[in-house]
């Protein structure tokens, strides 16, 4: 396989009146071509931020301020903010949770992705217009011609979802990034948009990064499992090792959390204790709180995380001692 995206060291941090935030804290990952990532955890670990991070989408007061994301080779990074719109929308598209936030709600669907089309391809207007039929085809819109007219708000959630992903795959990137792409639709309409994602990935084969809390969505969807807690990635694996064998105390409380990983629900909530609020973070392990296991080194000192002989990577002081990775 060929890596697509390579995420060295990734810090970015918020910068707010009661103190510096490092919402993703030295994250390294990477993702080949046509593999599907999930990142999981609850909400407030990072993943959204980590995935904004990764387009430069982060808002005030939040900054990117260390690391590298290089992209087919070249550091995104040290892009200019030109060269970094040519990049979203064309190479790397982004879905997220609510299209009626991404959709313009005084354009029709039609012009929206015509107009995403011509804003990367040397088209013409009916070229633009003809692959956007084409697509709204393509994710299942019934009576595309018509619904190229149509307003978004008068399409169901589901329908604007597809849409979304329209506009997405239009320009045929080679990562796309989903942000808790089918959380706010029911049950049957997930499964179908989470089908026809896998579907069209593998048609065009892209990579997709999926951030989720939902275990579900990972056990149906993705290659390999990105746990983040507090900032921190504290397990990663492929996905049939997570579910068989994990090995973080926090990847297991969310399994133990996840009645049946196809009752695709809100999932997460069930460990005990919360979130670490940042003004008021741990020592040692971020996990410790509310470990289980926590010893006492785990209140003094952060374990690093380090390669398992079978390909994982863990962060706790339960697997100290293989090799050391990343401090
Ligand atoms: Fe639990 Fe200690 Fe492992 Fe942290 S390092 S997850 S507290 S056992
Ligand atoms: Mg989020």
Same mark, same amino acid.
């Given at each position: =396989?060929?890596?697509?995206?390579?995420?060295?060291?990734?810090?970015?941090?918020?910068? =707010?009146?009661?103190?510096?935030?490092?919402?993703? +804290?030295?994250?390294?990952?990477?993702?080949?071509?046509?593999?599907?990532?999930?990142?999981?955890?609850?909400? /407030?670990?990072?993943?959204?931020?980590?995935?904004? *991070? $990764?387009?430069? $989408?982060?808002?005030? %007061?939040?900054?990117?301020?260390?690391?590298?994301?290089?992209?087919?080779?070249?550091?995104?990074?040290?892009?200019?903010?030109?060269?970094?719109?040519?990049?979203?929308?064309?190479?790397?598209?982004?879905?997220?949770?609510? %299209?009626?936030?991404?959709?313009? %709600?005084?354009?029709?669907?039609? *012009?929206?992705?015509?107009?995403?089309?011509?804003?990367?391809? +040397?088209?013409?207007?009916?070229?633009?217009?003809?692959?956007?039929?084409?697509?709204?085809?393509?994710?299942?819109?019934?009576?595309?011609?018509?619904?190229?007219?149509?307003?978004? !708000?008068? $399409?169901?959630? /589901?329908?604007?979802?597809?849409?979304?992903?329209?506009?997405?795959? *239009?320009? +045929?990137?080679?990562?796309?990034?989903?942000?808790?792409?089918?959380?706010?639709?029911?049950? =049957?309409?997930?499964?179908?948009?989470?089908?026809?994602?896998?579907?069209?990935?593998?048609?065009?084969?892209? *990579?997709?990064?999926?951030? =989720?809390?939902?275990?579900?969505?990972?056990?149906?969807?993705?290659?390999?499992?990105?746990?983040?807690?507090?900032?921190?990635?504290?397990?990663?694996? &492929?996905?049939?090792?997570?579910?068989?064998? %994990?090995? !973080?105390?926090?990847?297991?409380?969310?399994?133990?959390?996840?009645?049946?990983?196809?009752?695709?629900?809100?999932?997460?909530?069930?460990?005990?204790? +919360?979130?670490?609020?940042?003004?008021?973070?741990?020592?040692?392990?971020?996990?410790?709180?509310?470990?289980?296991?926590?010893?006492?080194?785990?209140? &003094?000192?952060?374990?690093?995380?380090?390669?398992?002989?079978? /390909?994982?990577?863990?962060?706790?002081?339960?697997?100290?001692?293989?090799?050391?990775?990343?401090?």
């Amino acid at each position: =396989t060929q890596t697509l995206l390579e995420v060295k060291d990734l810090q970015t941090h918020f910068f =707010t009146e009661s103190g510096t935030v490092a919402s993703v +804290n030295g994250v390294s990952f990477s993702v080949e071509k046509g593999e599907t990532v999930g990142i999981v955890g609850e909400s /407030g670990c990072g993943k959204s931020v980590t995935s904004l *991070s $990764l387009l430069q $989408l982060v808002s005030e %007061p939040g900054k990117i301020v260390g690391g590298e994301i290089l992209f087919d080779g070249e550091n995104l990074l040290k892009y200019s903010k030109r060269k970094m719109q040519q990049i979203r929308g064309n190479k790397i598209s982004m879905i997220f949770q609510e %299209p009626l936030t991404s959709l313009n %709600p005084v354009f029709t669907v039609g *012009s929206q992705i015509s107009e995403a089309i011509r804003l990367h391809q +040397n088209v013409d207007k009916s070229e633009a217009k003809k692959k956007a039929i084409e697509m709204l085809k393509k994710v299942g819109i019934p009576r595309a011609e018509k619904h190229f007219y149509s307003f978004p !708000h008068l $399409l169901s959630g /589901g329908m604007r979802q597809r849409v979304m992903i329209a506009m997405a795959l *239009s320009c +045929n990137p080679q990562l796309l990034i989903a942000d808790e792409p089918t959380t706010a639709l029911d049950v =049957t309409i997930q499964a179908q948009i989470l089908k026809l994602m896998k579907k069209l990935s593998e048609e065009y084969g892209t *990579s997709i990064i999926m951030i =989720t809390h939902d275990l579900g969505v990972v056990a149906e969807m993705v290659d390999r499992v990105i746990v983040m807690y507090a900032g921190q990635i504290v397990e990663q694996d &492929n996905v049939f090792n997570i579910f068989k064998n %994990p090995k !973080h105390p926090y990847t297991k409380g969310l399994l133990n959390s996840t009645p049946k990983i196809h009752q695709l629900k809100d999932q997460l909530e069930s460990i005990e204790g +919360n979130v670490p609020i940042p003004s008021e973070m741990p020592t040692g392990c971020k996990f410790h709180p509310r470990c289980p296991f926590a010893m006492d080194i785990c209140r &003094n000192q952060e374990p690093p995380l380090v390669q398992t002989g079978d /390909g994982a990577e863990v962060r706790c002081w339960l697997h100290g001692d293989e090799e050391v990775i990343n401090l």
